[in-house]
C-alpha cells in the first residue's frame, strides 16, 4: 500500500487549509504517478463561465466557444445576439481553411493585413460562392479582374513593355499584332479592350481564341494600317 | 531572340514576354523552343534567330525561307499543357499515366 504524508514547513506560520464543498457526494482527487508542483492563480485569466468554454479534445483540436466541430481551431464569441465571429484553419483537418465572420472581421484601423496561402488564395461572398481567386502565379481570376493585359511596342522590333497573363506577342505584318496569353482562357467568349497612342489611330479587334486576341492599328483617316509605339490590350471575361 | 514562322500572309515573328521569359528555366534556346511548343499550333516550321528585323518598309511583303536550324514546334507535355489551362484536369487524369 503507498501512503500520504503531508508535510508542513518549518519556517512559516500561516495554516493550510483544505476545504471540502458543499455536498452530498464522496469525490475523490486523485494524484498523477509522477512529480508534479501545483501552480498559483494566473493573473488576467478570470472564468465566469457557467458551460464549457475551452476544449481541448482526444484530437488535439482546440475549441474556444464552440463545441461538435471537426477544426483544428475554432474561436466563437456570439456578438451581437444570434451572431457570431468564426475562425477556423484546415476544417475537417484538410489543407484548405477559412475564415468566416458575421461582422467585419477587421473593425478600426489597421495598416497592414495579409492573407497568405500556399496554393490559391479564394474569397468567397453568398455562402461558398467563389468571387475572387488568387493564384500562386499572381493572376487574379474572377469576373472583375484583368485575365490578360498588354502594353506593347510595334514599332521597329515589337517589343512587351509590360504585360500579365501573356506569354509572347506575334508580329502578323505591319500594324497587326496577337497577344498569345501564358494561361488560356476558359472559353473564347471574353472582352478584349485595346487602344494605340495618337488622335487618329484605332485599335481594331480582328479575332480571338481562347490562346490569343489578335488587333490591328489603323487610320481612322484612311484605313490604312499604322505601326503603333503604345499598343495597350486587356481581357477580361472567362 | 525571337521565333519566326511561315504563315498564309507570309512571315510571323515571336516575340516573348519577358515576364514569362523569366519563370521559365534553360538556356535561352529552351525557353524559346518551350515558348514556340507553346504558342504555335503542333507542327509549325520555325526558326529562332536573332536577326535585325527592325526595318519595317515592305513589311508585309517579309517571306519565310527555311533554313538550317529550322525547328517543328511539338505538343507540350500533360503537365505544361494542364498548368497553362489548355486541358482539364479531367483530361490530365484520363491520359496521364
Known sequence: MSKIRIQCNASGTGVLTIEAPNTNTDRTITLPDEDITLGGGVDGIVSSANATAITIDSSERVLIESSSVNDPLRIRSPYPTGSYITYSLGANGATNGYVGSAEPLVNGSISDLALRANNALVLSSGGATERLKITSDGRGLSQFTAKAWLLMNGTGTPSVADSHNVSSITDNGTADYSANFSNTMTNGSFCVVGSAKGDTKVFTLVSQSTSYARCEIRQSTDGTKSDNSHVCLQVFGD | ?97
Open chain 2, 1 to 97: 531572340m525571337k521565333i519566326i514562322y511561315p504563315t498564309t500572309e507570309g512571315l510571323a515573328q515571336l516575340i516573348p514576354a519577358p515576364k514569362f521569359l523569366a519563370t521559365l528555366e534553360g538556356t535561352e534556346e529552351e525557353k524559346l523552343k518551350h515558348i514556340a511548343d507553346k504558342d504555335l499550333p503542333t507542327g509549325t516550321p520555325y526558326e529562332i534567330t536573332d536577326a535585325d528585323l527592325s526595318d519595317r518598309t515592305f513589311r508585309n511583303a517579309w517571306e519565310y525561307i527555311s533554313g538550317s536550324d529550322e525547328k517543328t514546334s511539338e505538343d507540350l507535355s500533360l503537365e505544361d499543357q494542364l498548368k497553362y489551362n489548355q486541358i482539364t484536369q479531367e483530361v490530365y487524369d484520363a491520359n496521364a499515366s
